[in-house]
């Protein structure tokens, strides 16, 4: 019994040490071998899992870095392309000294019966309205001012996603190493129960109830070791690599409350903005564009009675009563300002639920951190009364089992909240906008 107590001392202290940093937490490489899982005299063909994903600690990748890394290879940087290149295009047409592309026409008339010849050149040339041009500007900083809270705000998603991912990798690690420790555990327990056995000091069921409970260790271990290939292949199809950060803990943000300074709030307004920019830019445009023509006519004869003469006239074309015809395009963006105006009052609910919630875990969290420590504390000094107990043969070695269950149980759940507690932070402040 003294061989038992010594196994069940270093599951206590395996399990025990206290969470000092992610450096430690992170060492989740293992290899070919321990993917394969360990063998005993149960069977030695047991099922290998040979799928692994791979994953490298970078000491000098920092959180801040790795978010920068995802976002250039993110596929929503295309479109932010897109709308800087928007902007300079608006930029560029609000800088023309002209509303529009000018036009020219050339003619030729002939008058055979008095031997006339006709020929006119004509230019024409549209001139901004009163206020377009001013608008057309408006709309061009109003254009660029979005293209960049846009690309803050996608940014800002891609931290969150990065976030949990790494968060998800810690926990299914802590719970992979939980698993490899038991199962470890129980292989050596079982050599001890089979020695028992063999003594006679134990009855053939309990061989059988250890090689059961051997078998149910090493089905957790696989499913825990999946979990985490599971975990690491999300990471990796996120951030496009296989290098994870040595340490990406983060601080609580001071904020207490959401505010406007959101970027997803201002992302959304700067949108609101442009539509509001384009719409004054289309109602400046009134009825039409206004032109300016001018030209040059030259008729020549070959009649004596005629003579040559050359002609300049200058023309203004003053559009009216076509009003009308540009309200269906300023209905339609009026749909799309109203439709951004409802998603901006919707998304605002819904960044209060989140950070309602992310401030509530946080909150207990907290508590259960207390609790599941102190349930540790009594798990472990339950177990230790319990193997006395087991080794005067006081209890069998079904209770045992159930209370050494608890006690890794417990011991679980400390370490789990250790990491929640960090992720529950990191996840606040992606609540309230706030970068790493």
Same mark, same amino acid.
């Given at each position: 019994?003294?061989?038992?107590?010594?196994?069940?001392?270093?599951?206590?202290?395996?399990?025990?040490?206290?969470?000092?940093?992610?450096?430690?937490?992170?060492?989740?490489?293992?290899?070919?071998?321990?993917?394969?899982?360990?063998?005993?005299?149960?069977?030695?063909?047991?099922?290998?899992?040979?799928?692994?994903?791979?994953?490298?600690?970078?000491?000098?990748?920092?959180?801040?870095?790795?978010?920068?890394?995802?976002?250039?290879?993110?596929?929503?940087?295309?479109?932010?392309?897109?709308?800087?290149?928007?902007?300079?295009?608006?930029?560029?047409?609000?800088?023309?000294?002209?509303?529009?592309?000018?036009?020219?026409?050339?003619?030729?008339?002939?008058?055979?019966?008095?031997?006339?010849?006709?020929?006119?050149?004509?230019?024409?040339?549209?001139?901004?309205?009163?206020?377009?041009?001013?608008?057309?500007?408006?709309?061009?900083?109003?254009?660029?001012?979005?293209?960049?809270?846009?690309?803050?705000?996608?940014?800002?998603?891609?931290?969150?996603?990065?976030?949990?991912?790494?968060?998800?990798?810690?926990?299914?690690?802590?719970?992979?190493?939980?698993?490899?420790?038991?199962?470890?555990?129980?292989?050596?327990?079982?050599?001890?129960?089979?020695?028992?056995?063999?003594?006679?000091?134990?009855?053939?069921?309990?061989?059988?109830?250890?090689?059961?409970?051997?078998?149910?260790?090493?089905?957790?271990?696989?499913?825990?070791?999946?979990?985490?290939?599971?975990?690491?292949?999300?990471?990796?199809?996120?951030?496009?690599?296989?290098?994870?950060?040595?340490?990406?803990?983060?601080?609580?943000?001071?904020?207490?409350? @959401?505010?406007? %300074?959101?970027?997803? =709030?201002?992302?959304? /307004?700067? !949108?609101?903005? *442009?539509?509001?920019?384009? +719409? $004054?830019?289309?109602?400046?445009?009134?009825?039409?564009?206004?032109?300016?023509?001018?030209?040059?006519?030259?008729?020549?004869?070959?009649?004596?009675?005629?003579?040559?003469?050359?002609?300049?006239?200058?023309?203004?074309?003053?559009?009216?009563?076509?009003?009308?015809?540009?309200?269906?395009?300023?209905?339609?963006?009026?749909?799309?300002?109203?439709?951004?105006?409802?998603?901006?009052?919707?998304?605002?609910?819904?960044?209060?639920?989140?950070?309602?919630?992310?401030?509530?875990? @946080?909150?207990? %969290?907290?508590?259960? =951190?207390?609790?599941? /420590?102190? !349930?540790?504390? *009594?798990?472990?000094?339950? +177990? $230790?009364?319990?193997?006395?107990?087991?080794?005067?043969?006081?209890?069998?070695?079904?209770?045992?089992?159930?209370?050494?269950?608890?006690?890794?149980?417990?011991?679980?759940?400390?370490?789990?909240?250790?990491?929640?507690?960090?992720?529950?932070?990191?996840?606040?402040?992606?609540?309230?906008?706030?970068?790493?």
């Amino acid at each position: 019994m003294f061989v038992l107590n010594i196994l069940n001392n270093q599951l206590l202290a395996s399990f025990s040490r206290p969470f000092v940093c992610l450096c430690s937490l992170l060492a989740f490489l293992p290899n070919t071998a321990g993917c394969q899982g360990a063998t005993s005299e149960i069977d030695v063909n047991f099922p290998k899992v040979g799928h692994l994903d791979p994953m490298v600690i970078d000491t000098s990748l920092t959180l801040a870095k790795l978010i920068d890394l995802t976002m250039q290879k993110y596929p929503d940087v295309t479109w932010l392309t897109a709308l800087e290149e928007e902007a300079v295009a608006l930029a560029d047409r609000s800088q023309s000294w002209t509303a529009g592309a000018s036009q020219t026409t050339i003619g030729y008339q002939s008058i055979s019966t008095f031997k006339l010849n006709y020929g006119t050149a004509n230019v024409q040339v549209p001139l901004w309205n009163l206020g377009q041009r001013d608008a057309q500007k408006n709309l061009a900083n109003k254009a660029e001012a979005s293209a960049g809270s846009q690309t803050t705000r996608v940014k800002l998603s891609v931290a969150g996603l990065v976030r949990a991912t790494l968060w998800d990798v810690a926990l299914a690690n802590i719970r992979y190493e939980q698993a490899k420790a038991e199962l470890s555990v129980y292989e050596k327990l079982l050599v001890t129960i089979k020695r028992r056995v063999a003594a006679g000091d134990l009855p053939r069921a309990d061989d059988l109830l250890a090689q059961t409970e051997l078998l149910q260790k090493r089905s957790a271990y696989t499913l825990a070791e999946a979990e985490l290939m599971h975990a690491r292949k999300r990471y990796s199809s996120i951030t496009q690599t296989n290098k994870i950060p040595s340490s990406f803990e983060e601080s609580l943000a001071p904020i207490k409350e @959401l505010t406007q %300074n959101h970027p997803s =709030l201002i992302a959304l /307004n700067s !949108q609101i903005d *442009v539509k509001q920019a384009e +719409l $004054s830019a289309i109602k400046s445009i009134g009825s039409g564009q206004t032109n300016v023509i001018a030209g040059l006519l030259s008729d020549e004869g070959h009649d004596y009675r005629s003579n040559k003469a050359e002609f300049f006239n200058v023309g203004v074309i003053v559009p009216f009563g076509g009003s009308a015809h540009i309200q269906p395009q300023i209905a339609a963006i009026n749909v799309e300002l109203n439709k951004l105006i409802a998603e901006r009052e919707q998304l605002y609910r819904d960044l209060e639920q989140v950070h309602h919630e992310a401030e509530h875990n @946080l909150e207990v %969290n907290k508590v259960e =951190l207390d609790n599941a /420590n102190e !349930q540790r504390k *009594v798990s472990e000094q339950l +177990l $230790s009364m319990t193997e006395l107990a087991f080794s005067v043969g006081e209890i069998d070695l079904m209770d045992l089992l159930k209370i050494q269950s608890r006690t890794q149980q417990a011991i679980l759940t400390a370490r789990e909240r250790v990491v929640m507690m960090q992720r529950d932070k990191a996840l606040y402040n992606q609540a309230v906008g706030i970068m790493p």
